[in-house]
């Protein structure tokens, strides 16, 4: 499974943005997929996480309201919609795909890692 991040940039303080990652080379269905992010000189954090159908799903308590995550299987691709943006959110942020029928939190239980995308939030 080939994961692509896309869709980060800088974005102002309070402020919208939404990250996609497209799969290819799998059956996307078939995997509960993550976002996780880095900071520099930070080590990396879960932020969200999707079942496989959509219907569960499991934020980190540092988004939790402001960040939500969503799927769609017919376009292949997992989003993470960013709200209230902050300074603090500033990070790379990764997709993973899992291949397992349960939510998953800890990065090394997931099997395909995307590329990153930079999302930088100006104060």
């Known amino acids: 499974v080939q994961l692509q991040a896309s869709g980060g940039g800088l974005v102002q303080a309070g402020g919208s943005l939404r990250v996609s990652c497209a799969a290819s080379?799998?059956?996307?269905?078939?995997?509960?997929m993550g976002w996780f992010r880095q900071a520099p000189g930070k080590e990396r954090e879960f932020v969200a996480t999707?079942?496989?159908?959509?219907?569960?799903?499991y934020h980190a308590d540092s988004v939790k309201g402001r960040f939500t995550i969503s799927r769609d299987n017919a376009k292949n691709t997992v989003y993470l919609q960013m709200n209230s943006l902050k300074p603090e959110d500033t990070a790379v942020y990764y997709c993973?795909?899992?291949?397992?029928?349960?939510?998953?939190?800890?990065?090394?239980?997931?099997?395909?890692w995307g590329q990153g995308t930079q999302v930088t939030v100006s104060s």
């Open positions: 993973a795909a899992a291949f397992t029928a349960w939510l998953r939190m800890r990065g090394d239980r997931y099997d395909y």
């Open positions: 080379g799998g059956t996307f269905s078939n995997y509960v």
């Open positions: 999707i079942s496989w159908h959509g219907a569960n799903s």
